[in-house]
């Protein structure tokens, strides 16, 4: 993906498949580039769509803040950011989700655009929190999870050879041309910190360790 010539036609089972540039899996857009833009940019068209469809909801006076607030996280934000922690954003991405969460909360709490309210009170209003913030304790919580698999599962041995594989890399490596030079697991290590991830890796084993003690003990009493 992103590197190479374009891909030819393959066949599966005697049936052709082209190669293609994009496409859709599990939900998600996935690209050539390596890139999340194009998923970013269609999770934002569905859930524009959704927030739309629910403009009686956000009119209505009946409801308080808190109802329609917790409307938008259930229907409107589950679509907005799912498989959000896998992405690999930009700048530029986080700008334009950050521009649609705010969008969208201004609407729930009639805030017009004439009026002079800043975007800190109005995430004080609504009690929500950054877009930022969501995906920090996603894509950690997705790291711990995944490093917490019992060895042998795909998606846990998958993980690991990558920890290794940062841990043995050099200061000096750079990822080859035309690879995005930002990845998955550099967004990891910004979330916990800059703390490396083999130490991450540790740090999630050993809290499984004793959230299964702690609930043992439990069990017990």
């Not at 049936?15 to 940019?41: A, H, M, T, W």
């Not at 846990?156 to 050879?161: G, N, S, Y």
């Amino acid at each position: 993906m992103g590197t190479g010539d374009p891909p030819s036609t393959i066949l599966i089972d005697c049936v052709p498949v082209d190669g293609v540039e994009e496409f859709i899996y599990c939900g998600s857009k996935q690209s050539s580039n390596g890139y999340c833009r194009l998923d970013v940019l269609r999770r934002i068209g569905l859930a524009c769509s959704v927030m739309n469809s629910l403009q009686r909801v956000w009119k209505c006076s009946s409801l308080n803040i808190s109802t329609k607030v917790h409307l938008y996280q259930a229907l409107v934000m589950s679509v907005l950011l799912y498989g959000a922690e896998t992405w690999t954003r930009l700048a530029a991405d986080m700008k334009t989700l950050e521009a649609f969460h705010m969008r969208c909360q201004r609407q729930i709490l009639d805030i017009r655009w004439l009026a002079h309210v800043s975007n800190a009170e109005v995430l004080q209003r609504s009690g929500l929190s950054t877009i930022s913030d969501i995906l920090r304790h996603r894509r950690l919580s997705l790291f711990g999870h995944v490093a917490r698999l019992d060895p042998g599962v795909p998606a846990h041995d998958a993980l690991h050879l990558m920890v290794d594989t940062y841990k043995g890399r050099k200061a000096s490596w750079r990822r080859p041309p035309s690879r995005p030079p930002n990845v998955w697991f550099n967004k990891v290590q910004e979330d916990a910190n800059a703390l490396p991830l083999s130490m991450l890796w540790r740090s999630e084993i050993a809290r499984g360790h004793r959230a299964v003690q702690w609930s043992t003990r439990t069990m017990r009493r």
